[in-house]
């Protein structure tokens, strides 16, 4: 008896030796690809933004555990109860049906690790609501059935990105590649700014963590700051019509140079806002000066007025005259 329970526990152990080593190697079954699902592989993408870090971590190092612990637990209970209770092994049952102090523990202790979870999720949760200071923004709204994007503080206008077609995007970027791109810098805190003009979709980037729904007369926001250059691949995560599945959401970040590049070549100015702002900024702290603008500007609309009222001259010098002649 003692060398069977030995045995089995040899086993049982080899068992959960086998699976740890499998689950602890998962990683290398396929190797990630940034910003892009990956053939094979299985957990998250990788991240590539401090929000993603931080959902990893809820994920891997608070719920994973706790979920594999009570999963191994109530497997235990079950296996115990279904060996050691049955009708053989267990012929005669007790008769008892309360137990107080069970029950309190088995109330308690999930309410624990509920609060448990929820300290780590409202930090979260804190964390994507609280932007911090915005180097970039970019409004993003959903159409039926693709994005427009539209950098105000730049000069870029809205424009629409689509779908690349089968037939020219690569075979694992097929809806998920599209032909305009939304381009931000690397290392910058980009907010997006997301509504929707028809019905309600969603801003999904797995590898930036972001998750927003685009809900047609609201604006919601979330923010991003990519840690490496690269081309970086979302959907639309509202089931929004017939072409949901087509309206995928690329994002390619670029250097600072290759940005400017880019704003210039869509007609925007890197410069706009600052140039705008110190507009402003001198028109209020010297009203005098534009009092002065205006003076002059209508001192040179009068300036024609003694040319065109020259000829009168004469006759208004000859008027002080004429009581003289009387
Ligand atoms: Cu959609």
Not at 69 to 95: C, D, H, M, S
Not at 116 to 134: K, M, N, Q, W
Not at 144 to 167: F, K, R
Request: hydrophobic share 55%; with cysteine; aromatic share 8%.
């Amino acid at each position: 008896m003692g060398m069977g329970t030995r045995a089995m526990a040899r086993i049982g152990g080899g068992i959960a030796a086998t699976a740890l080593a499998a689950f602890v190697a998962a990683p290398a079954w396929a190797q990630d690809v940034l910003g892009q699902p990956t053939p094979g592989a299985i957990d998250l993408q990788p991240a590539a933004s401090p929000l993603k870090h931080e959902a990893i971590f809820f994920h891997d190092v608070v719920l994973m555990p706790i979920i594999t612990v009570i999963t191994l637990l109530v497997l235990g209970l079950l296996i115990w109860i279904a060996i050691r209770y049955n009708k053989k092994a267990n012929p005669v049952p007790a008769k008892w049906s309360h137990n107080t102090v069970i029950e309190v523990i088995w109330t308690v202790v999930p309410v624990l690790i509920l609060v448990g979870i929820s300290l780590f999720s409202f930090r979260l949760l804190f964390a994507y609501h609280d932007t911090p200071e915005v180097d970039l923004t970019v409004k993003v709204t959903g159409n039926q059935w693709n994005w427009a994007y539209e950098y105000p503080d730049q000069g870029v206008a809205e424009y629409i990105s689509n779908m690349t077609p089968e037939d020219k995007a690569p075979a694992h970027l097929y809806r998920l590649a599209a032909d305009e791109p939304m381009v931000v810098p690397v290392g910058k805190t980009v907010e997006l700014l997301i509504t929707a003009s028809d019905v309600i979709h969603a801003v999904a980037l797995p590898a930036f963590g972001l998750k927003t729904d685009a809900v047609p007369g609201r604006i919601n926001h979330t923010w991003f700051k990519a840690e490496k250059t690269g081309i970086y691949y979302g959907q639309c995560s509202e089931l929004c019509g017939v072409d949901h599945a087509f309206m995928p959401i690329q994002i390619n970040v670029v250097t600072e140079a290759e940005f400017a590049a880019w704003v210039a070549s869509k007609g925007g100015s890197m410069t706009k806002k600052a140039d705008e702002a110190a507009a402003a900024a001198a028109a209020a702290a010297a009203p005098a000066a534009v009092v002065d603008e205006a003076a002059a500007s209508a001192a040179a609309a009068a300036a024609p007025a003694p040319t065109a009222a020259a000829p009168a001259a004469p006759a208004a010098a000859a008027a002080p005259v004429a009581p003289a002649a009387q």
